[in-house]
């Protein structure tokens, strides 16, 4: 993971997002890169019809790009992480952390999924209720345009991220695929614990043969099964803060979105209320 991607709100509250990402950037060497994230145009709602309110203007964009850049550059002045504006890497065979800026506009949420694809990582704050401090519109459409890896961070950042692992496992292909695409976590983690929920999962392979295959790639792994008395959701979180895992891997959205929409589902349920880092992909 030697490729980080940190959308940005000019907003303020994105230092335990990128105090994260430079978690992760320490034990890859890896570069992040910041892009300043456009803010949701709102719509104004009449008795007849909607109105979407007027585009933002030139100097509108460029005090919001300015105020995400300088947020982004600050942090990483004070995190010792070196900036190359140009997107290069210290050249002298380094592996430490290094930064750099993708300038030139605000980015919109397809933007952020098609843009994410170069990357081995995106990192986006979890959403709340309020879709603060990112809307879940972001979320979604950076986990279903990029193809990559989203790490989704808590709104009080993380002190240790990769040492307690704890798959949130389902046999679904969603989880399975996002096992994958952690691998380089897994290999560098202490304990991994695969999770099984009792009454959740799909049909698939069960969590003891994903703890024994893991194992056989020198990945410290162990499966545990718990009750699942609260919903999906609720149990997993639950779950993980009592085995002191510091980073959930759970594949997103094995329901579609629409019915999780509707009536609820773990995916969304983790999205808005983990404690943890939550490595997600679909």
Request: proline fraction near 6%; aromatic fraction near 6%; glycine fraction near 10%.
């Given at each position: 993971?030697?490729?980080?991607?940190?959308?940005?709100?000019?907003?303020?509250?994105?230092?335990?997002?990128?105090?994260?990402?430079?978690?992760?950037?320490?034990?890859?060497?890896?570069?992040?890169?910041?892009?300043?994230?456009?803010?949701?145009?709102?719509?104004?709602?009449?008795?007849?019809?909607?109105?979407?309110?007027?585009?933002?203007?030139?100097?509108?964009?460029?005090?919001?790009?300015?105020?995400?850049?300088?947020?982004?550059?600050?942090?990483?002045?004070?995190?010792?992480?070196?900036?190359?504006?140009?997107?290069?890497?210290?050249?002298?065979?380094?592996?430490?952390?290094?930064?750099?800026?993708?300038?030139?506009?605000?980015?919109?949420?397809?933007?952020?999924?098609?843009?994410?694809?170069?990357?081995?990582?995106?990192?986006?704050?979890?959403?709340?209720?309020?879709?603060?401090?990112?809307?879940?519109?972001?979320?979604?459409?950076?986990?279903?345009?990029?193809?990559?890896?989203?790490?989704?961070v808590p709104p009080s950042g993380a002190k240790t991220i990769g040492?307690?692992?704890?798959?949130?496992?389902?046999?679904?292909?969603?989880?399975?695929?996002?096992?994958?695409?952690?691998?380089?976590?897994?290999?560098?983690?202490?304990?991994?614990?695969?999770?099984?929920?009792?009454?959740?999962?799909?049909?698939?392979?069960?969590?003891?043969?994903?703890?024994?295959?893991?194992?056989?790639?020198?990945?410290?792994?162990?499966?545990?099964?718990?009750?699942?008395?609260?919903?999906?959701?609720?149990?997993?979180?639950?779950?993980?803060?009592?085995?002191?895992?510091?980073?959930?891997?759970?594949?997103?959205?094995?329901?579609?979105?629409?019915?999780?929409?509707?009536?609820?589902?773990?995916?969304?349920?983790?999205?808005?209320?983990?404690?943890?880092?939550?490595?997600?992909?679909?």
């Open positions: 993971m030697r490729n980080i991607l940190v959308p940005v709100n000019s907003d303020g509250r994105m230092w335990p997002v990128l105090g994260t990402a430079r978690l992760v950037a320490d034990m890859f060497g890896s570069y992040i890169e910041g892009i300043a994230l456009r803010p949701e145009v709102p719509e104004v709602v009449s008795a007849e019809f909607i109105v979407a309110s007027p585009p933002l203007d030139l100097d509108s964009q460029h005090e919001l790009m300015d105020t995400a850049r300088r947020a982004f550059d600050e942090f990483m002045s004070q995190a010792g992480v070196p900036s190359y504006s140009d997107g290069s890497t210290a050249s002298d065979g380094s592996t430490a952390p290094s930064s750099g800026w993708a300038g030139g506009r605000l980015a919109t949420d397809m933007h952020i999924g098609s843009y994410g694809r170069l990357f081995d990582l995106i990192v986006l704050g979890r959403p709340n209720a309020a879709g603060e401090p990112t809307r879940v519109a972001t979320v979604e459409a950076a986990l279903f345009e990029s193809g990559r890896p989203l790490l989704l040492k307690t692992v704890v798959i949130a496992w389902n046999g679904s292909t969603e989880t399975a695929r996002t096992v994958a695409l952690a691998m380089p976590i897994l290999r560098k983690a202490q304990r991994v614990i695969v999770l099984t929920v009792e009454g959740w999962d799909v049909d698939g392979p069960p969590g003891e043969s994903l703890a024994r295959n893991l194992a056989r790639s020198g990945i410290p792994a162990e499966a545990t099964t718990r009750a699942g008395e609260a919903s999906p959701g609720q149990a997993v979180l639950e779950h993980v803060q009592a085995l002191g895992g510091d980073l959930l891997i759970k594949g997103a959205y094995t329901q579609s979105r629409l019915r999780q929409m509707i009536f609820g589902g773990t995916t969304r349920h983790i999205i808005a209320k983990a404690t943890v880092p939550v490595l997600t992909a679909h």
